[in-house]
């Protein structure tokens, strides 16, 4: 058997594509957003104060503050809407071995991402409407500590399901 179009040197001889989709692509605020929103919000309104109070006192170094306020509001939404915006441009795929996250991102350009179905994979179904399944994560050390983002199938409306068939494909590969 061939391989779909566009799929001819992604997949393995004998590869099979199980399950496509696509996450949701509506706002979803969390805590995190909440945060960045609110301090985005502060950095502007500090940055507007300034440039207001500055513009009393005539000529242009008002403009200044600009670039802050412009940060400001940048965080402020970006924090909102980014997320979303990102969810609308990615893809993800199921095969019988491997699991794939598909993003076309502006600036960023095509990104395809593997991640091999082993029986070691940590699994983990997040409840939710719509609910997410996490397979892997990206654990980033600095100066000032970890952080890690889980990586997976994030808001998909079919997720229960999706969980259970890479369950089955752990078990077969056992």
């Known amino acids: 058997m061939t391989a779909p179009a566009g799929w ?21 605020l ?3 957003n909440i945060v960045m929103f609110v301090f985005g919000l502060a950095f502007a309104g ?44 990615t893809w993800y795929t199921l095969t019988d071995r491997r699991a794939f996250i598909a993003t076309d991102v502006p600036l960023r350009g095509h990104n395809l991402k593997s991640y091999p179905v082993t029986p070691a994979m940590v699994l983990e179904l ?3 409407n719509p609910p997410s399944v996490w397979f892997d994560e990206d654990v980033n050390r600095n100066k000032n500590g970890t952080t890690r983002k889980k990586i997976g199938f994030e808001r998909i409306g079919d997720g229960e399901t999706v969980y259970r068939m890479i369950r089955d494909i752990q078990r077969q590969r056992a």
Do not use: C
Request: proline share 4%.
């Open 30 to 32: 969390r805590a995190t």
């Open 46 to 89: 500090f940055a507007l104060f300034w440039m207001v109070m500055a513009s009393q006192a005539g000529g242009l170094f008002w403009t200044f503050g600009l670039i802050h306020f412009s940060v400001g509001m940048a965080m402020a939404l970006g924090a909102l809407f980014w997320g979303a915006y990102v969810r609308r441009r």
């Open 126 to 128: 997040s409840p939710g």
């Open 8 to 28: 001819e040197n992604i997949l393995d001889p004998g590869q099979k594509i199980l399950w496509q989709g696509r996450p949701d692509g509506k706002i979803a």
